[in-house]
């Protein structure tokens, strides 16, 4: 009864809208099959480039600088290659994901249906009501930490507030992961993100050091992607040094740089 | 002034003192708890010495050597390791060198100090009979019980990670 009310209710609201919604359905499933059929041509066409790219650069590399500085190097092409791999098509897929996910609940669930009524008869907009009741949470980093993989040695640190133990933060955390991982039995890049309390943690394996980032707000795939990306970048371009090079001034200057920048972009 | 973080890792067989130990050198941030989870608890103390600051960052690991519930790698990066052996229990020190030697094969330039502790519950005589059973060299009798030589312990370790004369 309530059901054919509602619906009732809907047609005469709605007629637009639905009209609307069926595009919109039809166009998801064209390109959920467009997807399909593309997914085997994106990877290949990804290998193809993986191929392409590092050939020539890790030859030549590798014939030069091998010898030099072995840490050095794969420091410098670990980053590349995870960027590359790892992350892209899941990545990518996730995000995909999300937006179809996004919109049929914008368009399909009681709840919005409600909200439009809602709307009408208080006069605000539907896309008001939306972002009242959205209630996203700002991200912000708060924290970023560059840990030795080994020994969970902070060599770098940013931080908002003021906190003291970063040091322990550091081990502690290096604890965890290698609970993590040895338990999953998975040693790289299995572990990128550990939610702690409404905490999000960050996780970018590099090849000697990992970086963390502790992230409050809601951290959906695109944040979460933007941030691997952001450490990614750090790592090739700051971490790509001799040890003895690498000062915990320097790095926590240039963390700075980018996540004040971050953060303020974000408020 | 120099900044330096070197990680240190306690082994040795179960109740010999490792956790005692640290517990009598430094304030205590986190609580036991993790080391029933997780199997090791992380301390920190910075010691000053010469012109140098240096961060010990102390790992507390539960479980035996070869034991399976822990990670490997919670051994390795280890710039310091401080074996401990229960001078009142035989038991605990018939395997030493083996098991010393198996933990530097996990580090790579691992400075070492062997540790016999709770000195308080045994006779100045019993030592001597140790040290011959144990063939590698006890670096400090200790007692986490009355503090004896906690501290000249750590400080030795900390003035070996930087290669100051001891
Ligand atoms: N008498 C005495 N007891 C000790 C000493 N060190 C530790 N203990 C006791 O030995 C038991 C095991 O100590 P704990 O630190 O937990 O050993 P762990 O397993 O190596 O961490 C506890 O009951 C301690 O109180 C010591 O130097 N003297
Ligand atoms: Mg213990």
């Given at each position: 009864m309530q059901d054919q009310l509602m619906l009732k209710i809907k047609d005469l609201l709605l007629a637009d809208e639905m009209k609307k919604t069926r595009a919109l359905e039809e166009e998801i499933k064209r390109l959920k099959q467009e997807l399909e059929t593309l997914q085997p041509k994106i990877i290949s066409k990804v290998e193809q480039n993986i191929a392409e790219i590092s050939q020539p650069i890790i030859e030549t590399k590798v014939k030069r600088e091998l010898r030099e500085s072995t840490d050095t190097l794969i420091e410098a092409i670990y980053p590349l290659l995870g960027k590359l791999i790892k992350k892209y098509i899941q990545v990518e897929l996730e995000k995909l994901a999300d937006s179809i996910d996004k919109q049929l609940d914008r368009t399909f669930s009681l709840e919005n249906i409600k909200k439009q009524l809602i709307a009408l008869w208080e006069g605000v907009s539907y896309k008001q009501i939306v972002l009242r009741e959205a209630a996203v949470q700002r991200v912000e980093v708060q924290e970023v930490y560059i840990i030795e993989?080994?020994?969970?040695?902070?060599v770098g640190k940013y931080s908002v507030g003021k906190i003291i133990d970063q040091d322990l933060i550091a081990g502690m955390l290096t604890a965890i992961k290698a609970f993590i991982e040895d338990a999953f039995n998975q040693?790289?890049?299995?572990?990128d993100m550990i939610e702690y309390g409404t905490f999000k943690i960050i996780i970018q394996n590099s090849y000697k050091f990992y970086l963390a980032a502790v992230v409050a707000g809601t951290v959906d795939s695109k944040v979460k992607a933007d941030l691997l990306d952001i450490l990614l970048n750090f790592a090739s371009k700051h971490l790509a040094k001799p040890r003895e090079e690498l000062t915990e001034e320097h790095l926590s200057k240039e963390l700075a740089k980018i996540f004040n920048q971050y953060n303020e972009k974000n408020k | 002034m120099k900044k330096i973080s070197k990680k240190v890792v306690l082994a040795g067989n179960?109740?010999?003192?490792k956790t005692s130990l640290v517990r009598k050198f430094v304030y205590q941030k986190f609580s036991d708890e993790y080391l029933s989870t997780l199997g090791v608890k992380i301390d920190r103390k910075v010691l000053h010495i010469g012109d140098t600051e240096l961060t010990l960052v102390i790992w507390d690991i539960a479980g035996?050597?070869?034991?399976?519930?822990?990670?490997?790698?919670?051994?390795?990066?280890?710039?310091g390791l401080i074996y401990v052996i229960d001078l009142s229990r035989p038991s605990t020190y018939a395997n030493v060198q083996e098991e010393i030697t198996y933990l530097e094969g996990l580090m790579e330039d691992v400075s070492i100090c062997l540790i016999a502790n709770?000195?308080?519950?045994?006779?100045?005589?019993?030592l001597t009979h140790t040290q011959q059973v144990v063939?590698?060299?006890?670096?400090f009798f200790t007692s986490a019980k009355t503090g004896e030589n906690v501290n000249e312990m750590f400080y030795f370790l900390a003035r070996k990670l930087l290669q100051v004369p001891t």
């Amino acid at each position: 009864m309530q059901d054919q009310l509602m619906l009732k209710i809907k047609d005469l609201l709605l007629a637009d809208e639905m009209k609307k919604t069926r595009a919109l359905e039809e166009e998801i499933k064209r390109l959920k099959q467009e997807l399909e059929t593309l997914q085997p041509k994106i990877i290949s066409k990804v290998e193809q480039n993986i191929a392409e790219i590092s050939q020539p650069i890790i030859e030549t590399k590798v014939k030069r600088e091998l010898r030099e500085s072995t840490d050095t190097l794969i420091e410098a092409i670990y980053p590349l290659l995870g960027k590359l791999i790892k992350k892209y098509i899941q990545v990518e897929l996730e995000k995909l994901a999300d937006s179809i996910d996004k919109q049929l609940d914008r368009t399909f669930s009681l709840e919005n249906i409600k909200k439009q009524l809602i709307a009408l008869w208080e006069g605000v907009s539907y896309k008001q009501i939306v972002l009242r009741e959205a209630a996203v949470q700002r991200v912000e980093v708060q924290e970023v930490y560059i840990i030795e993989q080994e020994s969970g040695i902070l060599v770098g640190k940013y931080s908002v507030g003021k906190i003291i133990d970063q040091d322990l933060i550091a081990g502690m955390l290096t604890a965890i992961k290698a609970f993590i991982e040895d338990a999953f039995n998975q040693k790289t890049g299995s572990l990128d993100m550990i939610e702690y309390g409404t905490f999000k943690i960050i996780i970018q394996n590099s090849y000697k050091f990992y970086l963390a980032a502790v992230v409050a707000g809601t951290v959906d795939s695109k944040v979460k992607a933007d941030l691997l990306d952001i450490l990614l970048n750090f790592a090739s371009k700051h971490l790509a040094k001799p040890r003895e090079e690498l000062t915990e001034e320097h790095l926590s200057k240039e963390l700075a740089k980018i996540f004040n920048q971050y953060n303020e972009k974000n408020k | 002034m120099k900044k330096i973080s070197k990680k240190v890792v306690l082994a040795g067989n179960f109740g010999v003192g490792k956790t005692s130990l640290v517990r009598k050198f430094v304030y205590q941030k986190f609580s036991d708890e993790y080391l029933s989870t997780l199997g090791v608890k992380i301390d920190r103390k910075v010691l000053h010495i010469g012109d140098t600051e240096l961060t010990l960052v102390i790992w507390d690991i539960a479980g035996e050597v070869n034991g399976s519930k822990i990670p490997t790698s919670y051994f390795l990066g280890a710039s310091g390791l401080i074996y401990v052996i229960d001078l009142s229990r035989p038991s605990t020190y018939a395997n030493v060198q083996e098991e010393i030697t198996y933990l530097e094969g996990l580090m790579e330039d691992v400075s070492i100090c062997l540790i016999a502790n709770k000195l308080d519950l045994v006779e100045a005589k019993d030592l001597t009979h140790t040290q011959q059973v144990v063939k590698r060299t006890i670096d400090f009798f200790t007692s986490a019980k009355t503090g004896e030589n906690v501290n000249e312990m750590f400080y030795f370790l900390a003035r070996k990670l930087l290669q100051v004369p001891t």
